[in-house]
């Protein structure tokens, strides 16, 4: 059974950087065309795509956000990890992993989700 | 900033169907990408419902079905339960000029009356 888990700062003042960790287990980020990626979902809003790795390293960003985001792999330790530059209270919401299936393409399997809150 | 729009609300009594539409482009379900549906239930992280169009993954009621045509994909809840009361979301692939990536719907929150 796969397993994602987020983990990082619940909260983090404007300006900052935060650093989300995506632990998994039973994927191999290693197989051809699987890929982890991360979404968010503000408070009563909808779900908005942030950035994916894929299994050969190539990686995709939401175009409105890709010049803060950076997403990186550590496949030795089951890890995928994603910074936000410069963040603002907008950003306040619940960070998700996700794991991206090989064949279609869609996200089979989600994390719980960690909530961050942008304050002073 | 989402570019597949879906209707803010449906409703419908127990028992009933009910249909969720996904909007896009040329760039997104037109150009052939696959469409993807995710339920979320209050509080917890959204769950693949159907994926590829058509399929529902193991464990999903052949209650949720979906389709896919030109532009435009839509989700349909028969006999309408109390439980499938949720936010519910579509999910493609956007191939525009400047940029590719993934893109979500605009969700639509199904209430059960």
């Known amino acids: ?120 | 900033q989402s570019v597949l729009t879906q209707p803010p609300s449906v409703s419908g009594a127990p028992g009933q169907r009910v249909t969720i539409s996904c909007t896009g482009s040329s760039s997104n379900i037109g150009a052939g990408y696959d469409v993807h549906w995710y339920q979320q239930l209050p509080g917890t992280a959204p769950k693949l419902l159907i994926y590829g169009n058509t399929n529902r993954p193991s464990g999903v009621p052949d209650r949720f079905s979906g389709s896919k045509s030109g532009t435009s994909a839509s989700l349909a809840i028969t006999g309408l339960q109390a439980e499938d009361e949720a936010d519910y979301y579509c999910q493609s692939y956007d191939n525009s000029l400047s940029a590719s990536n993934y893109v979500f719907g605009t969700g639509t929150k199904v209430t059960v009356l």
């Open chain 1, 1 to 120: 059974q796969i397993t994602l888990k987020e983990s990082g700062p619940t909260l983090v003042k404007p300006t900052q950087t935060l650093t989300l960790t995506c632990t998994f287990s039973a994927l191999s980020l290693s197989s051809s065309g699987v890929g982890v990626g991360w979404v968010r979902q503000p408070p009563g809003k909808a779900l908005e795509f942030l950035a994916l790795i894929y299994w050969d390293n190539n990686k995709r960003y939401s175009p409105s956000l890709k010049s803060r985001l950076t997403i990186t792999k550590d496949t030795s330790k089951n890890q995928v990890v994603l910074t936000m530059t410069n963040m603002d209270p907008v950003d306040t919401a619940t960070y998700y992993c996700a794991h991206r299936d090989q064949r279609r393409g869609h996200f089979d399997y989600w994390g719980q989700g960690t909530l961050v809150t942008v304050s002073s």
